[in-house]
């Protein structure tokens, strides 16, 4: 989620069974491979990384990392594997215009090319074409300068939020390599399945609230190596700052850590702590169990959007919506993947479905469907919402959800719960296409749904 704030009720109204899960957190886990990672067959055309390792250091400010990193994968297509491309999505918002925030140099196992997609993505010849089923690696120095901006990649004052900044190996699926441009309003990021091994050196004062869970804090004098284990996850992110803490524990057993800025206060903290918990409480009963044992808030204030999920980790203003929204990404994006430019309703409308159970449902939903335009879909991707901004919010996350909440009421509660956990069970870890979420829905309900979907104009897959 990229604009929280953006789909108020008044917005809209203005705009009109489950599998076992593998073992969790040993020393060992993200270097091993991705074992029962995903059910879905799909991607299965390029590069499926196995482990990303990391070792970074920041400066005394906690704005500039410098470091190395290391992406080992398997060639999961049916011929060579000459070629593999990094998403270095932390140039997306300048794109070529300045020093790159995000620059990869002294390259190993492979030649770079130059950086393409206003900066966000460099081709890297592999040394030695990685045949079916092989195992490569490249690894490369890293350099991250966190720019001055409110942002899920920005820093303010002595904060810095470090959302997409590490590169990605990006997704080659059966449509081609995937390799769409950064987009503002929204998310363009489509990332696999994969183990993360990471290092943070930083001044003993800055906390690193990251995804993952810590295996080891080590001092020495003024500074501290934070070493995270993040395995099965599809993206790693952290922030740095002088936060304060709080820690609670969910009914399942969840340790729920809560690190916020000195302008929120602890009686704040505290309620969006138990939002997060409601909201993490609520999926695992709905949809299946949560399968990590831990979740990050970090609350602070942010410009130009209110939160924005990553693995085990979220951003979010001090307030319940986005709390509850951005918790509520564990399941649609997290857990269970989709190409989020291609498909932003995949995660964003199941999303809001899910914020809306818990926090009520919308009372513009008695209008909806609301089409500004002949051309306006739900099941658009960002390549038409980018161009129609006005639209996207309205369409996906108002409309969104409550055709969710309209399809509930036609097929009855426990056919809406039993299609969703379905779904959640056949896709965990993997990356899901609309036609997928259609069928495990269908398959819960004597219902024919043709007619729904095309009266909410989503059929595409």
């Known amino acids: 989620m990229r604009h929280a704030r953006l789909f108020s009720a008044a917005t809209i109204v203005v705009a009109a069974a489950i599998p076992a899960v593998p073992a969790y957190a040993t020393p060992d886990a993200a270097t091993a491979p991705v074992a029962g990672s995903a059910s879905a067959a799909y991607p299965a055309a390029g590069p499926q990384p196995v482990a990303y390792q990391v070792r970074l ?23 060579p594997l000459d070629t593999v491309w990094l998403r270095l999505w932390g140039n997306g918002p300048d794109g070529c215009t300045t020093t790159p925030a995000i620059a990869v140099s002294a390259l190993e196992g492979g030649k770079a090319g130059p950086l393409a997609v206003g900066c966000t993505a460099l081709p890297v010849r592999l040394s030695r ?71 943070l050196n930083h001044p003993k004062e800055l906390a690193v609230p990251a995804t993952g869970t810590v295996l080891a804090e080590k001092r020495n004098g003024g500074r501290t190596t934070t070493t995270i284990t993040a395995p099965l996850v599809r993206d790693f992110a952290w922030a740095a700052g002088p936060f304060r803490r709080a820690e609670t524990r969910t009914a399942t ?24 918990a409601r909201a993490m409480e609520f999926a695992a009963g709905e949809y299946g169990p ?34 509850v929204h951005e918790a509520a990404h564990q399941w649609w994006y997290a857990l269970v993947g989709n190409d989020e430019y291609a498909h932003p309703w995949l995660d964003e409308s199941l999303t809001q479905y899910t914020t809306t159970k818990l926090l009520g449902i919308p009372d513009y939903c008695a209008g909806a469907p609301f089409w500004f335009s002949d051309s306006m879909r739900i ?15 309205p369409a996906v996350y108002g409309d969104g959800a409550c055709m969710f909440h309209e399809l509930e009421a036609l097929i009855g509660d426990d056919a809406m719960r039993t299609g969703l956990r379905r779904y959640l ?26 007619d729904f979907w ?3 104009r989503n059929t595409a897959d």
């Open 57 to 79: 250091s920041a400066d005394d400010t906690g704005a500039t990392w410098r470091g190395h990193q290391r992406v080992a994968f398997v060639n999961n297509g049916s011929g």
């Open 129 to 199: 074409p990685a045949a079916p089923g092989g195992v490569a690696a490249v690894a490369f120095d890293l350099t991250i300068r966190v720019p001055e901006r409110a942002d899920r990649f920005g820093r303010v004052g002595p904060y810095s939020f470090l959302g997409n900044a590490l590169p990605l190996l990006a997704v080659r699926d059966e449509r081609g390599w995937q390799l769409p441009p950064y987009v503002a309003n929204a998310e363009s990021f489509y990332s696999l399945t994969s183990n993360f091994a990471v290092s």
């Open 253 to 276: 057993g969840v340790r729920l850590r809560t690190w916020y800025t000195p302008d929120v206060t602890a009686e704040t903290a505290a309620e969006v702590q138990g939002q997060v």
């Open 290 to 323: 949560y399968p990590y044992p831990e979740m990050d808030t970090v609350i602070g204030g942010f410009d130009g959007f209110s939160g924005m999920e990553y693995p085990t980790l979220i951003l979010t203003e001090p307030a319940t919506l986005p709390a």
């Open 379 to 393: 099941d658009a991707g960002m390549d038409y919402y980018d161009t129609r901004r006005d639209e996207y919010v």
């Open 425 to 450: 069970a056949a896709q965990k870890f993997g990356v899901a296409r609309p036609a997928e979420l259609r069928a495990a829905l269908q398959s819960a309900t004597t219902v024919d749904l043709g």
């Open 454 to 456: 095309l009266r909410w």
